[in-house]
């Protein structure tokens, strides 16, 4: 009940946040110089055309007019017709975001399976071999570009060696499996097509691993010295007393302690990597939210980049919440209040 | 004329807990009144969260209080404004319980010692370097460790530069708050008999408050015995150590584990643990862990009261003296 | 003989060399006995109770011998320590709240204990988890079995400190300044229950504090450290009665007492030489008021001072003069196998 009403409580929160954010934005893009309806004509359209394009979208009422009037069709789900593609904003996003979801997904995960333990053993053995090791990976991981690694994977594993794709979603000829949750590999399992499961997995590994090897550098290190800490509380100490062995210490009391600054960095890059991420999805040729956002704000592109910016705000704060949500899942300490 | 008195004073703290959460009134000190005299050392003893250090920080104003008056001298300085308050500093300083914490790092002695002389603007720089010599003479600390940082000391003798700092304005009362706590016994002692020796010379008065029982018997001439917020009894420190009349002042003081083995006492062992002072028990705050309790207790609050001759106590299971006719308000 | 430790040295490694903590620590704890161990901050109590225990940070040296109902312990390999960690010998910390872990109720973190050293299954356990809190005197064992640490008040985290340490019956109790962190009126009511349960389980404890009061209320035998070495040790009523140790004679005659009103009370002058720059002779030399020439040479013996008596002070060493060590460790030995 009280982690209800506190669910409750956020997501009221988040309305207030939402309306700052959109006006903010939009009276932002306002400001800046570029007008959308000559973009929108073409660059040989007479000012005529012009002014009557402006005219239509309404472009000539004062900005608070137009800012009601995009937060009123907003609220209906509709938000507006994308200059550049000339389809619906919603209808694109439907089609980029889930692709840039799917990979966060996936680069998340191989950093939780590869980050976390690689910061456990690093504490545990603070100092010796496997912890100089865990470190040295750490710092190339988080100090290495992304994009160079990307190419260098990109040299090595597909012009190279030729045993994983570079570039797409899926292998030239596969048609994408039924769009439910618009994930190709959740697609594939949902309406069991394996061959396209195999196929977008595949295509994930290269982008994904290029994704994670920064955020596996930075978890490494939080884990590390988020564990480091833990281990030298009292509560450690009386674990050991008690007997418990060294894999049930760290495993069983010091993680789940440590675990705070660690699910703080992870709902951070989360976050951040829902964005998508323009470089790694430039250099794999990933459709994602990501380069969808870079052509939005190169042609000027006004009703999408409002939408990508709203979206990753929408989303931000939605992981924050999440978190928030599992802070007091670990910790009974933390009561809904 | 008391050096100083306190009346009725408050020290409600509202806690908020997290963005939306609900307010908590925290009644750290709910309604203190004593005297003190000048040279006297008046011992404040309780657990944790009796509200004894809130009680010391309050009378020095470094938090203002709820309600309720503190007259200094005479005169009435509860809602003085900033400029004449800092006058006042100089005759009222607090000593800290952690002497690691409460000195600057980054600063050398001589400095510590010399900035509430600078701040107060007292005497030219040589008159200056003349008190602080002074000073580190009396506290057992040689002249040539002045220009040394804190870490360079041990307690004892950082606790001794806290001191020194406190007198270097030459004040009336010393707000003391668990002075000792820290240290080690041998060094205690020391500490200890320098703020005896001291309170001789300069005729301090110490408010000196702790949670030991002993230090505080060896030190005080009165003693006040504090329960969540609340001044229980109050009396002469032999009068109170030999005739406790608060159920409680009598649990505490057979509580103390005396050095001594071939002593067996018959110990009061109180059951539970001190109440939460953001929700006091109804009545005598102490009804929930008295032996003596009777359903009267939860109801009625007891008021603080002469039962004999300078010995107050706020329970009303103790009965005044026949031949002592006191009258209900503080003397 | 439950317990002995024979001349036990520690080093520990402090900015890349090893620092010597404990010097030549020999003591013995019998069944159902209640040792003290006294001593001001630093002088390695507490080092002497983790070497025991082996809760020792990593590149501790540790030397000599430790027995445990008779085992050698102290080349116990890592499994081997497990398994009588807890079992056999157990240990209560300072603060309660840190102590325990946050982020498990308290019923969970007694019944580790028995996860890790019974056979008892679920049922069993759970009932064995109620019946320890009932044993240290916390009603409403059930709902205090799914409290966390933080919902319970400070003497109650401690008892279920207690429960951990005996939810299997330990031989060897190690209690490091177990009310040092509670109120007075806490603290009378946690000592109450370690007497009880002493009368009750028979088993022997080490009680390590820095207050006298405590020792003079539990203790059966006091073992005064300084600076690392142990220079007292005595019967309870004796070392109180009868201190020899210059140091100890220091140590009590700092405490304040009741009746001394205002008078000055002794005190000791200087401080505790650091690890790295031990003396010489005595460590105690620099603040001692009766140290002779050979103090500051010379290492003082354990010697015999009165009966079950030992002082290591030259002011006592035995008049026949070529006092050996052989016929001092008899001494010794003698003493303690009362």
Redesign the interface.
Same mark, same amino acid.
């Given at each position: 009940m009280d982690a209800l009403r506190y669910t409750l409580?956020r997501i009221l929160l988040m309305i207030p946040i939402l309306i700052g954010i959109s006006m903010l934005t939009f009276f932002i893009s306002n400001t800046i110089p570029g007008d959308p309806a000559r973009l929108a004509a073409g660059p040989y359209a007479d000012a005529k055309v012009i002014e009557e394009l402006q005219e239509k979208m309404g472009l000539n009422d004062p900005v608070y007019i137009q800012y009601f009037r995009y937060m009123k069709s907003l609220l209906q789900g509709d938000l507006g017709n994308s200059n550049y593609s000339h389809q619906p904003v919603m209808e694109d996003i439907k089609q980029y975001f889930p692709a840039t979801l799917e990979l966060t997904f996936f680069s998340m995960f191989i950093t939780i399976l590869i980050g976390i333990p690689l910061g456990v053993i690093s504490a545990s053995k603070k100092d010796k071999i496997a912890d100089q090791f865990a470190r040295v990976l750490a710092l190339i991981g988080v100090a290495m570009p992304a994009f160079w690694l990307g190419i260098i994977l990109l040299l090595f594993f597909y012009l190279k060696l030729g045993v994983l794709p570079g570039s797409g979603r899926l292998d030239t000829g596969l048609a994408p499996p039924e769009t439910i949750t618009g994930m190709y590999t959740i697609d594939a399992i949902l309406t069991g097509n394996w061959t396209v499961f195999t196929s977008a997995v595949i295509h994930l590994i290269l982008p994904g691993i290029t994704q994670a090897a920064v955020t596996i550098g930075m978890i490494t290190r939080m884990t590390r010295s988020s564990m480091l800490e833990v281990l030298r509380?009292?509560?450690i &100490?009386?674990?050991?007393?008690? @007997?418990?062995?060294?894999r049930r210490v760290l495993y069983g !009391?010091a993680l789940? *302690?440590g675990m705070m600054p660690i699910m703080t960095l992870l709902g951070m890059t989360f976050g951040h990597s829902l964005g998508g991420s323009v470089l790694v999805e430039s250099v794999f040729s990933w459709p994602g939210l990501g380069k969808y956002a870079v052509n939005a704000i190169t042609y000027l592109d006004f009703p999408a980049v409002m939408a990508v910016t709203i979206l990753i705000a929408v989303l931000f704060i939605i992981v924050n919440l999440v978190i928030d949500i599992l802070y007091q899942v670990?910790?009974? &300490?933390l009561n809904y209040? | 004329m008391p050096l100083l008195e306190i009346k009725d004073l408050k020290q409600h703290f509202i806690i908020k /807990?997290?963005f939306? @959460?609900?307010k908590k009134k925290v009644k750290a000190v709910n309604g203190v009144s004593f005297k003190m005299e000048q040279g006297e050392t008046l011992g404040i003893v309780g657990e944790s969260g009796c509200g004894k250090s809130s009680l010391g920080r309050t009378i020095l104003q470094l938090i203002k209080p709820t309600s309720g008056e503190i007259i200094f001298s005479g005169k009435n300085i509860t809602h003085l404004p900033r400029k004449e308050m800092k006058a006042l500093r100089k005759d009222m300083q607090i000593v800290f319980q952690d002497p690691y914490a409460s000195l600057n790092p980054r600063n050398t002695v001589r400095t510590i010692l010399e900035t509430p002389l600078i701040v107060h603007g007292v005497g030219s720089r040589l008159e200056r370097a003349k008190i602080v010599e002074s000073l580190i003479d009396k506290i057992g600390i040689r002249k040539d460790q002045l220009d040394r940082y804190p870490h360079e000391f041990s307690g004892g003798q950082r606790q001794r530069i806290g001191i020194a700092r406190a007198l270097t304005l030459n004040p009336k009362l010393i707000i003391a708050d668990e002075p000792v706590s820290a240290l080690d016994v041998s060094v205690q002692s020391q500490v200890l008999n320098l703020m005896v020796d001291l309170q001789k010379e300069f005729n301090l008065s110490y408010l000196f408050i702790s949670h030991d029982l002993s230090v505080v018997q060896h030190i005080s001439d009165r003693v006040a015995v504090m329960y969540l917020g609340k001044i229980v009894e109050i009396a002469d420190v032999e009068e109170l150590y030999r005739n406790p009349l608060h159920p409680y002042t009598k649990a505490l003081l057979t509580a103390v584990p005396l050095p001594d083995p071939t002593k067996k006492r018959d110990r009061i062992i109180l059951q539970g643990d001190l109440p939460s002072p953001t929700n006091p028990p109804t009545g005598c705050a102490f009804h929930t862990r008295c032996p003596v309790a009777t359903p009267e207790c939860k109801v009625e609050t007891p008021e603080l009261r002469e039962k004999v001759m300078g010995h107050w106590a706020s329970c009303i299971h103790v009965h005044p003296e026949q031949s002592s006719k006191s009258k209900v308000n503080i003397s | 003989m439950l317990l002995e430790l024979k001349n036990v040295s520690l080093s520990l490694k402090r900015d890349g060399k090893y620092v010597k903590i404990l010097d030549e620590i020999s003591l013995q704890v019998n069944k159902g006995e209640t040792v003290g161990i006294v001593g001001e901050s630093g002088c390695g109590k507490s080092m002497t109770a983790l070497s025991i225990?082996r809760?020792l940070p990593e590149k501790a040296k540790l030397e000599g011998g430790i027995l445990l109902e008779k085992e050698e312990i102290s080349s116990y390999s890592?499994?081997k320590l497990? /398994?009588?960690? @807890?079992?056999k010998m157990?240990?209560i910390?300072q603060?309660p709240l840190?102590?325990? *872990?946050?982020? !498990?109720t308290v019923g969970r973190q007694i019944e580790?204990?028995l996860i890790? !050293?019974t056979d008892l299954n679920k049922e069993q356990r759970k009932k064995r988890v109620i019946e320890l809190l009932n044993e240290v005197g916390l009603p409403r064992a059930d709902e205090i079995a799914s409290d966390?640490p !933080?919902q319970l008040s400070g003497g109650m985290r401690q008892r279920i400190?207690i429960a951990?340490a005996m939810a299997c019956n330990p031989s060897l109790l190690i209690c490091d300044e177990p009310t040092t962190a509670l109120d007075v009126t806490v603290q009378a009511q946690i000592l109450d229950l370690m007497n009880h349960l002493k009368d009750v389980n028979e088993m022997g404890i080490i009680m390590i504090t820095h207050d006298l009061g405590v020792v003079a209320e539990v203790c059966d035998r006091v073992i005064v450290m300084y600076a690392g070495k142990i220079v007292e040790q005595a019967e309870i009523k004796e070392l109180f009665i009868n201190p020899k140790h210059p140091y100890t004679k220091g140590l009590l005659d700092s405490i304040p007492k009741l009746a001394m009103k205002k008078t000055k009370l002794g005190s000791i002058p200087g401080m505790v030489p650091s690890p790295d720059k031990m003396p010489k002779g005595c460590r105690f030399y620099e603040r001692c008021s009766s140290a002779m020439e050979i103090c500051r040479e010379k290492t003082p013996p354990m010697n015999l001072v009165g009966e079950e008596h030992l002082a290591a002070c030259w002011l006592f060493e035995e008049k026949e003069g070529e006092a050996n060590a052989s016929s001092r460790n008899k001494g010794l030995e003698a003493t303690l196998h009362h």
């Open positions: 409580k509380s009292d509560y &100490r009386t674990a050991f007393a008690k @007997g418990g062995s060294e !009391h789940r *302690n670990v910790d009974p &300490r209040e | /807990k997290g939306l @959460g609900e | 225990m809760l890592k499994r497990e /398994k009588i960690r @807890g079992d157990a240990m910390f603060d840190t102590s325990l *872990n946050p982020l !498990h580790e204990t890790l !050293h966390y !933080h400190m951990v």
